[in-house]
């Protein structure tokens, strides 16, 4: 079993940055891809950014270049970087964990997840 808890989400205006973590208990993180999706109101839930095992990552066309996930297997946990972050990066913003047959961008392709911690950007 996994646990996730994710912390940093907070209010920023446009072209700010944050950073967001996600502390894993358990043990094996660092054989778990780790990946980052968020969740506007009203909208579906959309991947942002993944990384596996041995460091590789990836991130969709909406946040590369702004968005940069890294992880540290002695903390148990996974940043996400973001920068020059627009209004519509506004939302909750979810940690998740898988062991195997991940596929970064499909989140029922991951065993466990955070709560969530939200982001809003101003205007």
């Known amino acids: 079993q996994v646990q996730l808890v994710e912390s940093g989400g907070g209010l920023v205006q446009a072209g700010g940055s944050l950073r967001l973590s996600c502390a894993a208990s358990g ?11 968020r969740q506007a109101p009203g909208k579906e839930r959309e991947f942002v950014a993944g990384i596996n095992w041995g460091g590789s990552t990836y991130y969709p066309d909406s ?8 992880r540290d297997n002695v903390k148990n946990t996974v940043y996400l970087q973001m920068t020059s972050l627009k209004p519509e ?6 940690c998740a964990a898988g062991s195997s047959g991940i596929v970064y961008y499909i989140g029922s392709s991951y065993d466990y997840w955070g709560q969530g911690t ?3 950007v101003s205007s």
Do not use: E, L, P
């Open 27 to 37: 043990r094996s993180f660092s054989t778990y891809t780790m990946g980052w999706f």
């Open 63 to 70: 946040v590369k270049g702004r968005f940069t996930i890294s």
């Open 89 to 94: 990066d506004t939302a909750v913003y979810y």
């Open 118 to 120: 939200q982001v809003t």
